[in-house]
């Protein structure tokens, strides 16, 4: 499933955010994937104003994780960005990195900054990460070399 972007981009958070009681079955059926995936995308960039969405975000990857639907490294993602400390996302995207991986062509910025987030843990989708270290856009560039320095690190043991 590729997610196109659409001019309906801007949108999705408002929407997403007037709904966050919905399972994501209805958000789906009301608003499609893409709004869903860039709704969760933006709340991701809202910061500690996006603690309020937690509970929906929780709801939403367990509801997708039970389906085992791609979507739901969107929620896992952005609980992760949110919430560093979330073990509930970072077990999903540890255990789903080809589900991440596979979101790279759609949304690098969000899968580089969540890979970086996994640290060592996500070591195995580097070579992944490599084409897109000539990708035309500087700024994914950037945000990929930085997710490789941080996957490829050495993982601290305590």
Do not use: C
């Not at 999705?12 to 709704?39: M, Q, Y």
């Not at 996006?50 to 896992?76: C, E, F, M, N, T």
């Not at 999903?92 to 996994?118: C, E, G, K, W």
């Amino acid at each position: 499933m590729t997610l196109v972007p659409t001019p309906r981009k801007k949108e999705a958070l408002p929407v997403l955010l007037r709904h966050t009681d919905d399972s994501v079955s209805k958000l789906n059926r009301k608003f499609g994937d893409l709004i869903f995936a860039e709704g969760v995308l933006a709340i991701s960039k809202l910061g500690d104003d996006a603690r309020p969405a937690i509970p929906a975000l929780v709801k939403w990857l367990s509801q997708l994780k039970k389906d085992g639907i791609r979507l739901a490294v969107y929620p896992a993602g952005a609980l992760l960005i949110i919430d560093p400390n979330n073990r509930q996302s970072q077990l999903f995207l540890t255990n789903s990195l080809q589900q991440l991986i596979d979101v790279l062509d759609d949304h690098p910025l969000f899968a580089a900054d969540v890979l970086a987030r996994l640290g060592p843990k996500a070591r195995s989708a580097a070579p992944h990460l490599q084409p897109y270290l000539k990708h035309q856009d500087p700024e994914v560039r950037k945000a990929i070399s930085e997710a490789m320095k941080k996957i490829t690190a050495k993982e601290d043991r305590k």
